[in-house]
């Protein structure tokens, strides 16, 4: 089975410090994924990165950046997060190979800026 | 620009009744579409995808979509609800060639005993 595992499931960050998501892959896939979930908006792009150490900004890049310097790992930072950063942050991967493949999902973590 | 549209945030259905979940969308060319079920503090797990083959697609759990492009739908259905099927149901659309998923905002199910 492919596994995506992100770093923690629960976090609590105080306004201004500096936010590092893990993320990590196992199927060798090319491509990964930063979204965040709110309620009533559904999943919002933030970052995706389709090799290592490329990356492309999605929707939502503002007050994010991220890094990829292994094709298995994939790295949101909150450079100085904010209250309005407080949400729920889904990591994902996904290859090209093959016809239609979809996105595989990790477990999510929860975000709270105090 | 491509877009997802679910009809409804929230649909409450009794146990044993037909579950009907809509989805339409926007695209431009024949895209590929994905429906993702969450449940509670946990991410997305696939239920089952439109790759431009057989436009009726099974899932698991006993779901069903049937790809409509007359109507731009793809809407999720399952003859028979159960109490395990509460949960957030995603419609989602890539593009054939794309990168970026594009998700739905979500339709909250739920079901009554």
């Known amino acids: 089975d492919v596994k995506v595992t992100q770093s923690s499931r629960y976090l609590v960050k105080r306004t201004g410090e500096k936010v590092f998501l893990e993320c990590v892959q196992d199927m060798d896939h090319e491509n990964m994924f930063w979204y965040r979930q709110d309620p009533g908006l559904g999943l919002r792009l933030i970052y995706f990165?389709?090799?290592?150490?490329?990356?492309e900004k999605g929707d939502i890049p503002e007050g994010y950046s991220v890094s990829r310097e292994k094709k298995e790992r994939f790295s949101l930072i909150l450079e100085s997060a904010s209250t309005n950063q407080t949400s729920m942050y889904l990591c994902a991967s996904g290859s090209e190979q093959g016809s239609g493949t979809e996105a595989f999902f990790g477990q999510g973590t929860r975000l709270t800026v105090v | 620009a491509q877009s997802v549209t679910q009809l409804g945030s929230h649909v409450s259905v009794s146990e044993g009744a037909l579950v009907l979940l809509r989805c339409n969308y926007s695209?431009?060319?024949?895209?590929?579409l994905f429906w993702y079920v969450q449940y509670p503090n946990q991410g997305l797990q696939l239920l089952l995808k439109?790759?431009?083959?057989?436009?009726l697609v099974k899932g698991i759990n006993g779901f069903e979509a049937e790809f409509k492009k007359s109507e731009t739908s793809f809407h999720l259905t399952k003859p028979s609800a159960h109490m395990s099927d509460a949960a957030e149901y995603f419609c989602a659309v890539r593009l054939t060639g794309g990168f970026k998923t594009i998700f739905g905002a979500g339709t909250r199910l739920f079901v009554k005993a």
């Open positions: 695209s431009s060319v024949p895209p590929y």
């Open positions: 990165s389709y090799d290592v150490k490329m990356k």
């Open positions: 439109y790759t431009s083959a057989a436009t």
